[in-house]
T-cell receptor, first 113, second 117 residues
Framework: GNSVTQMEGPVTLSEEAFLTINCTYT??????LFWYVQYPGEGLQLLLKATKADDKGSNKGFEATYRKETTSFHLEKGSVQVSDSAVYFC????????????FGTGTRLTVIP | DAGVTQSPTHLIKTRGQHVTLRCSPI?????VSWYQQVLGQGPQFIFQ???????GRGNFPDRFSARQFPNYSSELNVNALLLGDSALYLC????????????????FGPGTRLTVL
């Protein structure tokens, strides 16, 4: 079956620190992989995605590389800002199934000045 | 342009009652999906509808049902509410429903927070 395992939170970092949030997956076939972000009181927003092995998704300074050999899609950012404080969800979409997403449990990031 | 809208924002019900949640997709989007997000967990897929037809169903009991209207808006109904149904219910819309389509990115609404007492 499909599942996503995400690094437990919460994560607290100082401004300008380096961020890594780990994500590994189990899937049938070759899934597409996503990172979504949820700011307080808002819905989920797509942050970045990758659709095949070795693809790198990037947006707003965040990056993640689709690693088929390690079934991972770790999220990184070189220098976090206070405005990055949010909950981050790793997700996959099975290319052979319905157009629905399987999410990890989420990682809460708090960035302090 | 308006994004996905959901109503109501918050709702409080008691066990055994029935609830209806509503979703309006982005203009032009024909597919609507529903997700349940229990506090501290990631969203779980409930239903997907496209052109008024059910295209996918997650592992939820028959107490959960949904429908899509000709204007592509959607309702999620939950009967015989249980305490465990307390969650944030998210609606997402997309242009297409096919998993391999480049137009299937899902855009999420702000959710309806349901509390069952």
């Amino acid at each position: 079956g499909n599942s996503v395992t995400q690094m437990e939170g919460p994560v607290t970092l100082s401004e300008e620190a380096f961020l890594t949030i780990n994500c590994t997956y189990t899937a049938t076939g070759y899934p597409s992989l996503f990172w979504y972000v949820q700011y307080p009181g808002e819905g989920l927003q797509l942050l970045l995605k990758a659709t095949k092995a070795d693809d790198k998704g990037s947006n707003k300074g965040f990056e993640a590389t689709y690693r088929k050999e390690t079934t991972s899609f770790h999220l990184e950012k070189g220098s976090v800002q206070v405005s990055d404080s949010a909950v981050y969800f790793c997700a996959l979409k099975d290319q052979t199934g319905a157009n629905n997403l399987f999410f990890g449990t989420g990682t809460r990031l708090t960035v302090i000045p | 342009d308006a994004g996905v809208t959901q109503s109501p924002t918050h709702l409080i019900k008691t066990r055994g009652q029935h609830v209806t949640l509503r979703c309006s997709p982005i203009s032009g989007h024909k597919s609507v999906s529903w997700y349940q997000q229990v506090l501290g967990q990631g969203p779980q897929f409930i239903f997907q509808y496209y052109e008024k037809e059910e295209r996918g169903r997650g592992n939820f009991p028959d107490r959960f049902s949904a429908r899509q209207f000709p204007n592509y808006s959607s309702e999620l109904n939950v009967n015989a509410l249980l305490l465990g149904d307390s969650a944030l219910y998210l609606c997402a819309s997309s242009l297409a429903d096919r998993v391999n389509s480049p137009y299937n990115e899902q855009f999420f609404g702000p959710g309806t927070r349901l509390t069952v007492l």
